[in-house]
């Protein structure tokens, strides 16, 4: 048994083969994974399920990654939980201070 096995990760990328890939890459890896393709979707996943780690794009449409880290945040039940990685190019200051603990360029360049 993995390391990982019972991990939720929650994968937000608006980029469909992007997050597929991500999913695919930690599925093999043993976590379990739920994605969202925006902030609104991954909020919504959040409902039902309160995801161990959150790796969500920055740039993304209706809710781009910021104002989905803050809504995060404004969650105690989730936020305490659930940090977070960020993708999204020169922004990883702001990355950080919405509540990403790590922030790196995302492989689409955005």
């Known amino acids: 048994m993995s390391a990982n096995a ?3 990760v929650l994968v937000v990328e608006d980029q469909r083969l992007l997050r597929l890939a991500i999913r695919d890459t930690l599925e093999l890896e043993g976590y379990e994974v739920v994605t969202a393709g925006d902030g609104i979707e991954a909020l919504e996943v959040m409902e039902k399920r309160g995801p161990d780690l959150i790796i969500a794009d920055i740039m993304m449409p209706r809710m781009d990654g910021y104002a989905f880290y803050e809504a995060v945040r404004a969650r105690p039940e989730a936020g305490r ?3 977070g990685a ?3 190019g020169p922004a990883d200051d702001r990355a950080h201070r919405y509540g990403a603990r790590g922030a790196r360029v995302s492989p689409d360049g955005g």
């Open 86 to 88: 960020a993708g999204g």
């Open 81 to 83: 939980r659930a940090p």
């Open 6 to 8: 019972g991990k939720l």
